[in-house]
């Protein structure tokens, strides 16, 4: 549906995009991720056509942006991060004015109503658009990028300056859009991305520098491939039948949790999926498994890594806690065993 090849955009000396390539399939929901400035909103912008390349190829269904504008742009709803309103009309009246514009051949009161009612705006389409909330005003500028029925829509921020009821909203209204329309998504709350988006790309200085599912980052990114599952069973045996499963790298204990109850630390090989083969082994001893829970990298990690940020250290979960106390005191008692310290002989001889 969307082919970006080669693309590259320079002002001056200065390169926004640096030789761009990607695609989004139809029906995909991609997020489009970077730090201010690596050039998301330039390449949206080329992609609307609303400023062209410097060099490099985009086609929407087929269509260049640079030979064939008007064919792309017809397929194509974009909303901004603010969107351009007029705040004297009503609702009705700036999206049958913008229905107008595009030249849009569909019944107009019933396509303006219909779409009125995807976005939840039904009960206020006879008021001025100055007169509504920010969270409203998003509505309006997602309901004039729906004129029309593009197959491909472009959201730029679409949830900014809005409070957590109206993110969840607007959240779920994009994801249902999915289902009917290819959309690029641009956002800096992460987490909406990962709950919203198929597929993510990220971008630094231009250049790309991810492009997969979060969980296939995830676990390219991470140096390990470790889980913590908590187990009933005797402590010693179950941790004697874990390290003994072929591909298993390492088996930290992590202490008890309740009566006859432990938790470990459970690292894989490069690769290695050992679920499966773990389920099987307590099952064979009747050891029930009451937890399993992995511990790769998030989407904030994996961002900060590829852009070059630090992930911040308050962040570090009470299990990554827990298994660094474990493997200091393993450290120390080794130690202690290696290096006996002698009784002091007496009392005096201890104050000395």
């Known amino acids: 549906m969307i082919e970006v090849s080669n693309l590259t955009k320079r002002y001056g000396q200065k390169v926004a995009v640096d030789n761009l390539t990607f695609h989004v399939d139809q029906g995909e929901i991609l997020g489009f991720l970077g730090l201010n400035g690596a050039g998301k909103s330039t390449t949206m912008n080329i992609l609307t056509g609303y400023l062209s390349a410097t060099d490099g190829v985009c086609r929407i269904d087929g269509h260049d942006i640079l030979e064939e504008p008007l064919e792309a742009k017809r397929v194509v709803g974009y909303l901004p991060e603010l969107p351009p309103l007029y705040l004297d009309m009503t609702v009705r009246e700036y999206l049958e004015f913008v229905y107008d514009l595009k030249r849009c051949r569909l019944p107009k009161a019933a396509h303006v109503r219909e779409i009125c009612n995807t976005v939840k705006l039904t009960d206020h389409m006879d008021r ?10 998003q509505r309006v500028g997602l309901a004039e990028a729906l004129i029309g029925n593009p ?61 997969d599912t979060t969980e296939n980052l995830s676990r390219h990114m991470s140096q390990d491939h470790r889980y913590v599952v908590r187990i009933d069973g005797p402590e010693k045996e179950v941790l004697k039948t874990l390290s003994a499963i072929s591909g298993m790298k390492e088996v930290i204990p992590l202490g008890k949790k309740e009566e006859g109850v432990y938790e470990y630390s459970v690292e894989s090989g490069e690769d290695k999926d ?10 064979e001893r009747n050891w029930p498994l009451l937890g399993l829970k992995s511990t790769e990298m998030s989407l904030e990690d994996i961002f900060l890594r590829l852009t070059g940020g630090k992930p911040v250290e308050y962040r570090q979960s009470s299990v990554e806690e827990d298994l660094e106390d474990s493997r200091e005191a393993a450290a120390k008692a080794a130690q202690a065993a290696r290096n006996p310290q002698p009784e002091p002989a007496n009392e005096e001889e201890e104050e000395q």
């Open 274 to 283: 050992l679920r499966r083969e773990i389920f099987k082994r307590l099952a």
């Open 151 to 211: 197959e491909v829509l472009i959201l730029d921020e679409p949830t900014v300056g809005l409070d957590p009821k109206q993110i969840i909203e607007i959240r779920s209204l994009i994801k249902s859009l999915g289902e009917k329309h290819t959309v690029i998504l641009s956002s800096h709350i992460l987490s909406e991305v990962q709950a919203v988006c198929d597929r993510i790309i990220v971008i630094d200085h231009g250049r790309l520098v991810a492009d």
């Open 128 to 137: 001025l658009i100055k007169n509504l909330s920010k969270g409203y005003r």
